[in-house]
């Protein structure tokens, strides 16, 4: 018996095993292997095999030993009992294969990703929001949106890791990154872009929600690590008065499997050379810009979208209230449109219009006795299903016929016949989908159209996907021209 491997002896053991297998393929292309070749192969695989067993346990053992040096960290009280353990260490917190060799089961890793995960947020840094703020947001869609394998959690590790973070500034600002820091973005590479780290990444935190896109506010959002969301929906269960000892009348539901593709969106950053190498705080700039594009994109999409990219909410909305009078709005097309919305979805329910339809509406009540504007002059009034929204977060400027009311850039302002200047339903029945990711790939050289040579230029293309659809198209009724 040979003298026994280190783990690190044994890894590149495997190296020379795996270039060895694919000289003797190379050697015999296309034809079988002579019986020396065959012998060579056979004995080859068997000791990779081996190797690979004997990897897995000395991965585990050392596993075992480091969690056990951490127990011994522990401090005495003075009753003689003990304080918890220690604080984890970056390295703890981000080693995967620690977390894959110590875990009994997959769900065991899984919890184990999510809670390293969670320490992570807590100290990342988040230049483009405030911290606690951020914070929130991440372990929310953390806990709603991760799945049976923490995958989630896994790209919150592998994108929250310092040396990614600092490679990733390096990379798009067309420095090189260290040795170490090219390895661990390697890891995440897809299809020759790279992940924004999560603390800067928009589809994680959501850093733009609200202002002239009000939809991510109030509509239902769901964040996923596949391209496309399937859900199960039904209108429920229509019951019944029977006479006595009559047949009960047949009141199944009805089931409907909606689905939500995603779509891929884009964005392009331009900046020179000069810029990339001196402009401070290059990265989180970038990150801003880009966060900004997609609001302002996902705010049309999400109001008129047609269909070959997401849906957006006037297109789907199947109920139509036309105006009175063609071309014109009265305060009695208001109250048309509140009385046209079936009770099921108007107690949950929240008005979207353009800025010049909701100040139309506005005017129809400037004495305040018309009753259309509750409140009309406070901030931060408007209902929900606990009650009412205060100054903070989900907070609406003034409520219409005691429903929230927000505007949307998205939905045209020009007010002539034919147009569909406002939405009113309820937009938990509105999905939007986030499929968890934004990447990036850095153009190093841009040419110059006049001559065909570099000007000097560099660039940024981001690209990630989004998708929304009115789940029930009944649950909403648009306003008509």
Do not use: C
């Not at 002896?9 to 003797?24: S, V, Y």
């Not at 050379?273 to 990265?283: K, L, R, V």
């Not at 989004?466 to 198209?473: M, P």
């Amino acid at each position: 018996m040979g003298t026994p491997m280190t783990v690190e002896e044994l890894q590149a053991r495997q190296d020379e095993i795996q270039a060895r297998l694919q000289e003797l393929n190379a050697e015999h292309a296309g034809v079988p292997f002579p019986e020396d070749a065959r012998v060579e192969w056979a004995a080859l695989n068997e000791e990779r095999d081996e190797n690979d067993k004997l990897i897995e346990e000395l991965e585990v053992r050392r596993a075992i030993v480091d969690r056990n040096a951490q127990e011994e960290k522990r401090t005495e009280m003075g009753d003689g009992s003990f304080a918890v353990h220690v604080r984890k260490t970056d390295a703890d917190i981000y080693d995967l294969t620690q977390v894959r060799v110590s875990a009994q089961n997959p769900a065991a890793a899984a919890s184990q990703l999510r809670d390293n995960a969670k320490h992570a947020i807590e100290r990342a840094s988040y230049p483009t929001m405030d911290t606690e703020t951020a914070q929130g947001n991440v372990e929310r869609m953390l806990d709603r949106s991760d799945d049976q394998f923490g995958n989630v959690a896994r790209r919150i590790l592998l994108t929250g890791r310092p040396e990614y973070a600092r490679g990733w500034a390096k990379y798009i600002a067309g420095q090189k990154p260290s040795a170490e820091e090219e390895r661990v973005m390697s890891l995440t590479t897809n299809s020759g872009g790279y992940g924004v780290p999560f603390a800067l990444d928009p589809t994680i935190i959501l850093s733009s929600d609200g202002g002239i896109n009000p939809f991510r506010q109030i509509a239902r959002v769901e964040q996923i690590n596949v391209d496309i969301w399937q859900g199960i929906t039904s209108a429920g269960v229509t019951a019944s008065f029977d006479t006595e000892l009559s047949e009960v009348s047949d009141d199944s539901m009805t089931i409907a499997q909606p689905n939500v593709t995603t779509y891929m969106a884009r964005a392009f950053v331009p900046f020179s050379i000069e810029i990339g190498m001196d402009y401070p705080n290059f990265a989180a700039q970038v990150a801003r810009a880009i966060s900004d594009s997609k609001d302002v994109l996902e705010a049309s999409q999400f109001a008129t979208g047609s269909g070959s990219t997401p849906h957006g909410i006037i297109t789907d909305a199947t109920g139509v209230v036309t105006a009175s009078t063609r071309g014109s709005i009265t305060s009695t097309d208001v109250y048309a449109v509140e009385g046209a919305l079936g009770p099921r979805f108007l107690q949950n329910a929240s008005w979207v219009a353009s800025r010049a339809a909701l100040q139309k509406f506005r005017q129809f009540d400037t004495a305040g006795g018309a009753q259309l504007w509750i409140q009309n002059l406070q901030y931060g009034l408007g209902r929900n299903g606990s009650g009412f929204f205060g100054p903070t977060q989900g907070q609406v400027g003034y409520t219409l016929l005691g429903w929230p009311a927000y505007a949307s850039s998205g939905i045209t302002a020009t007010l002539t016949t034919g147009n569909k200047v406002a939405v009113l339903g309820d937009f938990s029945q509105f999905l939007i989908v986030d499929r968890i990711g934004l990447s990036t790939e850095f153009i190093p050289h841009m040419f110059n159209v006049a001559n065909n040579l570099p000007s000097g230029e560099r660039g940024i293309f981001a690209y990630w996907r989004v998708g929304s659809a009115a789940l029930f198209t009944n649950a909403f009724r648009t306003f008509l021209l």
